[in-house]
C-alpha cells in the first residue's frame, strides 16, 4: 500500500491562532489560471477572489503571490488567510489541567467550539491555548460539541497527533461525562443503552433509526432532588449527540438542551443563559507516547444541580 505524500509546509504564519487555508488544485487541468479555479471552487463573494489577488493575499508553496493570470498547475497547492467573521467573545476561560512535552489537557467551558468550525474559527480552544501557551504546532486529538463543556485532549508535537487520536478511535480512553436531567423515580438505573443512531448533513438533530446498533451508553443516578438528578453516563461508543439521544429516549433530555426532545428556537450567539447541563468529567487512559497512565478530572460544576436558580434565571 502505497503511503500518502503529505502537503508542502505552509510558507504562512497562523493568524490569531488559526492555521492559513491550504487549496490543492486537482489533477484535472480543467481551468487556464489558479484564479479561475478559486472563483468556481472557494463560494465567495463576487469579487472577493480578485481582491485577494490583486492584494498578494494568496501565495504558492515559495510564498509567492499569485496573480490573477498565474497558469493552472494540477497537483500544485496555495495558501491564504480566510476572512475571519464576527465572532461572538465567549466570556469563559479555558482551564489548563495539565501539560507536558506531548500532552495538553483542558477544561473547556459551554459555548466554546473544539476548532475551527463554520461560523465558530479565532473563538474556538484550539485557537485560544495556542495563543495563550504560545504553542502554534498545537492540535485536538478528539473532539467536544460546543456546547458541552470538560476536558480535552490536545497535543504538543505533529509527529505524535496519530498516536493520540487512535486511542480514541480505537476505544481506549476510558470517558465518564456527568448530566442534570429531570429526576424520574419509575426509571429502573442503571442502564446500558443501544441504538443506532443516525446524523445527517444539514440536520440539527440526530434521530434513533432500526437496524444494528452503533452507539452505546451506560446510564447511572448519581443523586437526585427537588425533581432534578445528577447522572454519570459512560458512552463506549462515540456517535455525534449520542449522550443527548440517550437521555432524551429515557424521557429525561438534559437540562438546557435545545435540540432534544424537540428542536427549539436559536438562541442569540451573545445569550450565555442556562448552558447545557453536560460535562465531560474524566479522561482516563495509558499514553501511547511515555507509557504513563493519566486520569484527570474536570474542576467545573453543573450549575443546574449547584445553583440552580442562577442557571434559570
Known amino acids: ?21 491550504r487549496v490543492r488544485l486537482p489533477a484535472v487541468d480543467t481551468w487556464a489560471t489558479v484564479r479561475d479555479h478559486l472563483v468556481a471552487r472557494l463560494a465567495a463573494r463576487p469579487g472577493v477572489i480578485d481582491s485577494m489577488l490583486d492584494d498578494g493575499r494568496i501565495v504558492d508553496v ?27 467573545h465567549v ?45 502554534p504546532a498545537l492540535g485536538a486529538a478528539h473532539r467536544l460539541d460546543r456546547l458541552t463543556a470538560g476536558l480535552v485532549l490536545f497535543t504538543v508535537r505533529p509527529e505524535e497527533r ?5 486511542l480514541f478511535r480505537d476505544r481506549k480512553v476510558a470517558k465518564e461525562y456527568e448530566a442534570v436531567a429531570p429526576y424520574d423515580p419509575a ?5 446500558t443503552l443501544r ?31 427537588d425533581g432534578r438528578a445528577r447522572y454519570r453516563l459512560t458512552p463506549h461508543t462515540g456517535q455525534t ?14 437540562l438546557g438542551d435545545p435540540l432534544y426532545p424537540v428542536v427549539t428556537d ?31 478530572v474536570s474542576r467545573r460544576a453543573l450549575q443546574a444541580w449547584s445553583s440552580y436558580e442562577e442557571w434559570a434565571e
Open 1 to 21: 500500500m502505497r503511503r500518502r505524500t503529505p502537503p508542502p509546509p505552509s510558507p504562512l504564519p497562523q493568524r490569531d491562532g488559526v492555521d492559513p487555508v
Open 62 to 88: 515559495e510564498g509567492r503571490p499569485v496573480s490573477r493570470d498565474t497558469a493552472y498547475t494540477p497537483g500544485t497547492f496555495v495558501w491564504f488567510h480566510r476572512e475571519l467573521p464576527d465572532e461572538e
Open 91 to 135: 466570556p469563559f476561560p479555558v482551564e489548563v489541567v495539565y501539560r507536558d512535552e506531548h500532552l495538553v489537557v483542558a477544561d473547556k467551558p459551554h459555548f466554546l467550539a473544539t476548532t475551527p468550525r463554520g461560523s465558530h474559527i479565532a473563538e474556538t480552544a484550539l485557537a485560544r491555548l495556542r495563543r495563550q501557551l504560545e504553542i
Open 162 to 166: 496519530g498516536a493520540y487520536q487512535t
Open 187 to 191: 426509571l429502573d438505573l442503571p442502564r
Open 195 to 225: 441504538s443506532r443512531i443516525l446524523k445527517e448533513r444539514g440536520v440539527l438533530a440526530a434521530r434513533e433509526i432500526e437496524g444494528e446498533p452503533n452507539a452505546e451508553t451506560r446510564v447511572e443516578l448519581l443523586e437526585h432532588g
Open 241 to 254: 449527540h449520542q449522550l443527548r439521544v440517550h437521555m432524551s429516549t429515557l424521557g429525561v433530555p438534559i
Open 266 to 296: 436559536l438562541v442569540a450567539a451573545d445569550d450565555f443563559r442556562r448552558p447545557l447541563q453536560l460535562l465531560a468529567r474524566v479522561l482516563e487512559f495509558t499514553d501511547p507516547i511515555t507509557g504513563r497512565d493519566h486520569r484527570f
